[in-house]
């Protein structure tokens, strides 16, 4: 069965620091990783990786990829009050939809 | 348009009635997703239908769940005899390409509360 497991399931920093979320992966036949963006209802898409060490980067959030450690990170530098979301990582394989983890909740306080 | 939209943005259902909740995807999408979202977890993916085909309701919880995209645009999805379980966030998504996996676009949700 495929598995997407991330980490920490929250985080409660301050503003102007830096942060790393975790997500690893066990699939068949992966495809692409996606990151989301959740604050009220809507995921809202930041990334997607198919390759493995191309760093992808928005402003202050970065995102990689490691296909042989089967996980990815999502960097948030200088947090500011309005990064405080739920962060989803979704994994796409073979034939099947995306199946996501639970989710980081971060929370950042000024 | 602009965006994924669902509609009715809540719901509260009596257990036991039926409901419909409709998704209306990105124009010229060609694939639309149902997923179901627990509080505090991820979303749960429940059906798929490239244009008005059902490719796949192998998440659908029970056979209370039906979903149809008639003429591959808006989609419903019908709940029957609600059950308290039922209570969730339902969340449409669709996607541009025909072929998986690929960046999904998401509604706003649907939360519905069974009594």
């Known amino acids: 069965e495929d598995k997407v497991v991330q980490s920490p399931l929250s985080l409660v920093v301050h503003e102007g620091d830096t942060v790393t979320l975790n997500c690893s992966y066990e699939?068949?036949?992966?495809?692409?990783l996606l990151w989301y963006k959740q604050e009220k209802k809507a995921p809202t898409f930041l990334f997607m990786l198919t390759s493995s060490g191309i760093e992808k980067k928005s402003g202050r959030l970065s995102s990689i990829l490691d296909k042989k450690e089967l996980f990815s990170i999502l960097n948030i530098t200088a947090t500011q009050t309005g990064d405080s979301a739920v962060y989803l990582c979704a994994v796409g394989s073979g034939n099947t939809p995306l199946v996501f983890g639970k989710g980081t909740r971060l929370s950042v306080i000024a | 348009g602009a965006g994924v939209s669902q509609s009715p943005r809540y719901k509260v259902a009596k257990r036991g009635q039926d409901v419909a909740l409709r998704c209306d995807p990105i124009s010229g999408h060609v694939s639309l997703f149902w997923y179901q979202q627990a509080l505090g977890q991820g979303p749960e993916f429940l059906t798929y239908?490239?244009?008005?085909?059902?490719?796949?309701k192998s998440g659908l919880p029970s056979d209370r769940f039906f979903a149809e995209r008639p003429e591959g645009s808006v989609s419903t999805l019908k709940i029957q005899r609600t059950q308290q379980e039922d209570s969730a966030v339902y969340l449409c998504a669709s996607s541009l390409m025909g072929t998986l996996p690929d960046t999904q676009y998401f509604g706003p949700g649907t939360r519905l509360t069974v009594l």
């Open positions: 239908f490239q244009n008005e085909a059902q490719l796949d």
């Open positions: 699939v068949t036949n992966f495809r692409s």
